[in-house]
């Protein structure tokens, strides 16, 4: 699917031109009355369905919105096309295991975590994006005015929560504490991370083990790790580069 398709699950027509049709097909003696009334009830679940799937996307705040078929997967031989194909079948959401993209800068982590939010918006899944830094951030904050116990549950939420650029900087003590009580609430539930660092590289920048050890035992254990290696794939998105087929 290209990017010009992704977006083909959002609403392009409103309801009064598609009922104008219906109607214009009925008159013309091209409907009998029972598929009239069956045409205008699915069209109306189309409706429906397309405006969730617009309402979840703007919810999750994705840097870009694509799909699994946007990435070139023959650019970088390296990559494990099968194991990232696999999970766009969304059987991880469903058994609630994490995913966890690391490798060097520039090879398409995030976009492929971003596919994979987006294809779960589509199945009806609600999907949040944040990169770690403003995550953190964000948590930070409520410490301040007191309202960390909404903001947490606001993070807990959603289905799928993707945090891009983890581990990246060494963590401070609240903010392990932070994540550890994230972690925790969100117990159940998918988390997609992307990161430069191998998850084995990550206790290190926990200033406590203990806390480390919780934390990272929560999500790398119930985690599938694709290791993305090759050249960067920054220069195969610049507009005008010429696309190879996947």
């Given at each position: 699917m290209s990017r010009s398709n992704v977006t083909s699950d959002l609403p392009v027509s409103s309801g009064r031109d598609r009922r104008r049709s219906r109607l214009a097909q009925a008159d013309a003696g091209e409907l009998g009355h029972i598929e009239f009334l069956q045409s205008l009830c699915e069209d109306e679940l189309s409706r429906r369905d397309a405006a969730g799937i617009a309402r979840r996307v703007r919810a999750a705040r994705f840097e870009q919105v694509c799909a699994i078929e946007d990435y070139d997967f023959s650019y970088n031989a390296k990559i494990p096309t099968a194991r990232i194909r696999d999970l766009a079948t969304l059987r991880f959401i469903e058994a609630g295991e994490s995913v966890v993209l690391h490798g060097p800068v520039g090879v398409g982590k995030t976009m492929i975590a971003q596919a994979l939010g987006h294809l779960a918006c589509r199945r009806g899944y609600n999907v949040a994006f944040t990169k770690a830094s403003r995550l953190l951030a964000d948590l930070a904050g409520g410490h301040a005015d007191r309202t960390w116990e909404a903001r947490l549950r606001r993070w807990a939420r959603p289905a799928v929560l993707i945090v891009?650029?983890?581990?990246?900087?060494?963590?401070?003590?609240?903010?392990?504490?932070?994540?550890?009580?994230?972690?925790?609430?969100?117990?159940?539930?998918?988390?997609?991370?992307?990161?430069?660092r191998a998850a084995t590289d990550w206790y290190s920048l926990f200033p406590n083990a203990v806390v480390a050890e919780s934390i990272l035992d929560r999500v790398v254990n119930s985690a599938h790790h694709i290791h993305m290696?090759?050249?960067?794939?920054?220069?195969n998105a610049r507009p005008g580069a010429p696309k190879s087929k996947s």
């Open positions: 891009d650029d983890f581990a990246m900087r060494s963590f401070t003590p609240t903010q392990s504490d932070d994540l550890y009580e994230l972690v925790t609430e969100r117990a159940g539930k998918s988390l997609i991370t992307t990161a430069n290696d090759g050249k960067s794939y920054r220069p």
